[in-house]
């Protein structure tokens, strides 16, 4: 069984930068494409990027590119969030997510596994 476990989150100043990182573990934590999703009070979750195994492709929602950048380390099996330039509306629950495939994929309905989330707060 495949767990994902979210660490990282906190509270940060408009402007600054925070680093998410997902463990993955368990038989099967293997190749499998990740991805990072977020949740604010009142909304939906949504799509904040993605990436491949092993990491060549990656998917940036649109309000993030730029700022955001995922990675993964396949030897560490773990999966990092660098966020930058951070807005207050950046904040939000984000939660780790995996696929039962390799290729990137930008809708919650493509991933079937979650972690927990962890929250990150920025203030104006």
Same mark, same amino acid.
């Given at each position: 069984?495949?767990? &994902? =476990?979210?660490?990282? !989150? !906190? $509270?940060?100043?408009?402007? !600054?930068? &925070?680093?998410?990182?997902?463990? &993955?573990?368990?038989? #099967?934590?293997?190749? &499998?494409?990740?991805? %990072? @999703?977020?949740?604010?009070?009142?909304?939906?979750?949504?799509?904040?990027?993605?990436?491949? %195994?092993?990491?060549?492709?990656?998917? *940036?929602?649109?309000? =993030?590119?730029? /700022? @955001?950048?995922?990675?993964?380390?396949? +030897?560490?099996?773990? +999966?990092?969030?660098?966020? !930058?330039? $951070?807005?207050?509306?950046?904040?939000?629950? *984000? *939660?780790?997510? #995996? /696929?039962?495939?390799?290729? +990137?994929?930008?809708?919650? /309905?493509? @991933?079937?596994? %979650?972690?927990?989330?962890?929250?990150?707060? +920025?203030?104006?």
């Amino acid at each position: 069984q495949v767990q &994902l =476990v979210e660490s990282g !989150g !906190g $509270l940060v100043q408009a402007g !600054g930068s &925070l680093r998410l990182s997902c463990a &993955l573990s368990g038989i #099967g934590s293997t190749s &499998l494409a990740m991805g %990072w @999703f977020r949740q604010s009070p009142g909304k939906e979750r949504e799509f904040v990027a993605a990436i491949s %195994w092993p990491g060549r492709s990656t998917s *940036y929602s649109r309000s =993030v590119k730029g /700022r @955001f950048t995922i990675s993964r380390d396949n +030897v560490a099996h773990t +999966v990092d969030l660098q966020m !930058g330039s $951070l807005k207050p509306e950046d904040t939000a629950v *984000y *939660y780790c997510a #995996g /696929r039962a495939s390799q290729a +990137v994929a930008n809708e919650e /309905r493509d @991933f079937v596994l %979650w972690g927990q989330g962890t929250q990150v707060t +920025v203030s104006s």
